[in-house]
Nanobody, 122 residues
């Protein structure tokens, strides 16, 4: 069992930066791939980024490529989403998730956090 808690969201102006954190409980964090997804009002959940358990491979959605990066620190049981050059269309609730393999589809993840709101003003 893994419990996930996101933090770091907030209100930021377009062009700004935020770093989201996802803290995991449980001694098995290092064995899970981690992903970030987001959901805007009235829209479906959207893949943002994912990272393998060892950090050897990452994947980032085309919509955020070059602006967002994902990293993890297994010693701290934490995964991060570094967001730069934010745009109003990045406004959404951001969720982290844990699963057995790095994947871009939400149904490949077993555990989910409660989400953190990111709002980008124009």
């Amino acid at each position: 069992q893994v419990q996930l808690v996101e933090s770091g969201g907030g209100l930021v102006q377009a062009g700004g930066s935020l770093r989201l954190s996802c803290a995991a409980s449980g001694r098995t964090f290092g064995s899970y791939a981690m992903g970030w997804f987001r959901q805007a009002p009235g829209k479906e959940r959207e893949f943002v980024a994912a990272i393998s358990w060892s950090s050897s491979s990452t994947d980032v959605a085309d919509s955020v490529k070059g602006r967002f990066t994902i990293s993890r620190d297994n010693a701290k049981n934490t995964v991060y989403l570094h967001m730069n050059t934010l745009k109003p269309e990045d406004t959404a609730v951001y969720y982290c998730a844990a699963g057995p393999i790095r994947a871009s589809t939400w149904n490949r993840y077993y555990y989910w956090g409660q989400g953190t709101q990111v709002t980008v003003s124009s």
